[in-house]
């Protein structure tokens, strides 16, 4: 093993995954810069959890040998890589990347093209819906409690704490030009970056930490926060069950979406994803099992009644509702 600041180190290499921050014109760089002393037919390989990867590897010669290989954080413990097929590439180089993946230990998931691709699309999803009840409570203790409660690892606001918010920040800016204006948007984590608060590494965030601890203490900057931003919503209370409920429709819905546009061939590939990226309860099977065992039907009914509470901010999948009628995923060839 060598460390080299030289991308002429690499000149013999078969395949390179590009690791660097969230930026495409950094990742485009990056690849050409590999393009320039790689073979040909080397394997180039993105680590992006989010970017396109047709986008990160315009230009380069030999498309077919690009590929997604999105290893979950810390990478040397989650057990996760989706492997990204792209537009061109060839069932030579995605069997090499899931030939690597279980090299390295880890279990390979295939996922299509799209915006946070299986995991962060789902995730994203599920912040909002937390988002939006913690700002009807004025409140984000009870979120992250009912989640552990339900087997999760880590509530979603100590895990933005986590991983920091300084991403998410930057994807939301990235995508603020085609949101669509009738979705509901919740300020507050914007607030909070704004203010220079991203989480464990800056002592704040979410919660505010002690030096040398990591224990989340609840911090009355983000409560003015959370009232400022909720001021003309009226206040509401949901119960650990209410919540429980809510994240799990929405997961689901968004994870019907992902069968229905082809970006998983499998609602297990969706729950692998889940399990292995997420720690979403092994002994539940994932949210497309979970939403099987206790009925899709009454899933469907939440994720309705949470499309109800606001107009245009949620759409309610046409494969979710196929499913409940058919009696699972299965069913319908997921």
């Not at 990235?174 to 914007?190: C, E, F, G, W």
């Not at 030096?211 to 949901?238: C, H, L, N, Q, S």
């Not at 997420?278 to 099977?285: A, S």
């Not at 939440?302 to 309610?316: F, I, K, Q, R, T």
Request: aromatic share 8%; net charge neutral.
């Amino acid at each position: 093993f060598a460390c080299s600041t030289s991308y002429g180190a690499v000149q013999q290499c078969e395949l390179a995954i590009e690791v660097v921050f969230e930026d495409l014109d950094v990742k485009r760089t990056v690849f050409a810069e590999l393009a320039a002393v790689m073979a040909p037919d080397a394997i180039l390989a993105t680590n992006t959890s989010y970017i396109n990867p047709n986008a990160i590897a315009e230009g380069i010669a030999g498309p077919e040998r690009v590929v997604g290989m999105h290893f979950f954080s810390p990478a040397h413990i989650m057990k996760l890589c989706e492997v990204v097929r792209a537009e061109h590439t060839s069932p030579e180089t995605l069997a090499t990347a899931f030939w690597l993946t279980k090299v390295m230990g880890k279990t390979g998931a295939l996922s299509g093209v799209c915006e946070g691709f299986i995991g962060n699309r789902i995730l994203a999803s599920y912040r909002r819906v937390c988002e939006y009840m913690m700002e009807d409570m004025r409140d984000i203790v009870p979120v992250d409690r009912a989640m552990k409660h339900f087997g999760l690892p880590m509530g979603p606001f100590e895990l933005m704490d986590l991983a920091g918010l300084q991403i998410g920040w930057s994807t939301r800016k990235r995508l603020a030009p085609t949101r669509d204006p009738n979705q509901r948007y919740s300020t507050v984590a914007d607030t909070l970056c704004e203010a220079g608060r991203f989480g464990q590494k800056t002592g704040a965030g979410w919660y505010k930490y002690k030096e040398g601890d990591r224990k989340p203490k609840p911090d009355p900057f983000v409560a003015d926060a959370i009232a400022a931003a909720a001021a003309d919503r009226p206040k509401r209370t949901f119960s650990q069950d209410d919540i429980q409920r809510r994240a799990l429709a929405v997961m689901v819905n968004e994870g019907a979406k992902i069968l229905q546009e082809g970006i998983a061939a499998r609602s297990l590939d969706i729950d692998m994803v889940k399990i292995f990226g997420y720690g979403f309860p092994r002994w539940r099977g994932g949210p497309m099992k979970q939403a099987e065992l206790i009925g899709l039907n009454k899933v469907l009914e939440d994720m309705e009644m949470v499309a109800a509470d606001d107009p245009g901010s949620w759409d309610v999948s046409q494969t979710l509702r196929d499913a409940a009628a058919a009696g699972g995923f299965g069913k319908l060839g997921f």
